[in-house]
């Protein structure tokens, strides 16, 4: 049981290139979640997903994109990266439990730097 | 806009000692608090949450006191030892699909 794992764990980028980060849960949660983490800012949401098919905008959604074709998989993607972009990116799982999402459970994130 | 304000950045706090780390909320909507803890180069854990309609909840050496009226919430941590340093960070969410919102983090170290 590998819990949240995330591809890549290290990414270096130039300006206007893109890219896609993969995160993957064996848990079998309904529901997932990209947070970005910056210096004295905590985490903040980009996007998240209720279900296979769905995804809705978080707190800091602008340039950045996301897929659930499959219930284990969330997909974040940067079509154009810009130097702002440059962060640690954290996924999370969670599953419904007596009317709430229940607790989350963070992958090990990805140092993205943007040059 | 900050919804979630933690406070202090920084602290140190000898063995054995209380560590103290505050948090205040502006949204009465929010209904769920959990803190997490972070080791460098980890993700965050789950340390311990609570719900609004009590006042305090304890597990082992970690403890949450809430205040709805004041809209704050403290984590506590008794017997501070050298294996808790690591960066601590409240959150507050509500609704279906609980979307956490995350104060800016405290950077706890205990000296042995």
């Known amino acids: 049981n590998a819990g949240v794992t995330q591809t890549p764990k290290f990414r270096v980028l130039k300006t206007g290139q893109s ?4 995160c993957a849960q064996d848990m079998n949660h309904e529901y997932m979640y990209w947070y970005r983490q910056d210096p004295g800012m905590g985490l903040r949401l980009i996007h998240y997903s209720v279900g296979e098919g769905t995804t809705a905008k978080g707190e800091v959604p602008d ?3 996301v897929s659930r074709l499959k219930k284990q998989n969330f997909l974040l993607g940067l ?3 810009a130097p702002s972009q440059t962060s640690v990116y954290f996924c999370a799982s969670s599953t419904p439990k007596g009317g709430w999402a229940g607790e989350q459970f963070f992958g090990p994130g990805t140092r993205l730097t943007v040059l | 806009q900050q919804q979630v304000k933690q ?3 920084s602290l140190i706090v000898q063995k054995g000692g209380i560590s103290i780390i505050n948090c205040a909320y502006e ?3 929010f209904d769920y608090f959990p803190w997490y803890q ?3 180069g980890k993700g965050p854990a789950l340390l311990i949450a609570i719900r609004p309609d009590v006042s305090e909840k304890k597990e082992g050496r970690f403890t949450i ?3 709805k009226s004041a809209k704050q919430f403290s984590l506590h941590i008794m017997d501070s030892q050298p294996g808790d340093s690591a960066t601590y960070f409240c959150a507050a969410s509500m609704g279906g699909a609980q979307k956490l919102v995350f104060g800016q983090g405290t950077r706890l170290t205990i000296n042995p």
Do not use: D, K
Request: hydrophobic fraction near 30%; glycine fraction near 4%; aromatic fraction near 14%.
């Open chain 1, 79 to 81: 079509e154009s990266a």
């Open chain 2, 7 to 9: 406070s202090p950045q």
């Open chain 2, 27 to 29: 949204n009465t909507a």
């Open chain 2, 38 to 40: 972070q080791f460098p």
């Open chain 2, 65 to 67: 006191s809430f205040n």
């Open chain 1, 19 to 22: 890219m896609t980060l993969l």
């Open chain 1, 63 to 65: 340039g950045y994109n």
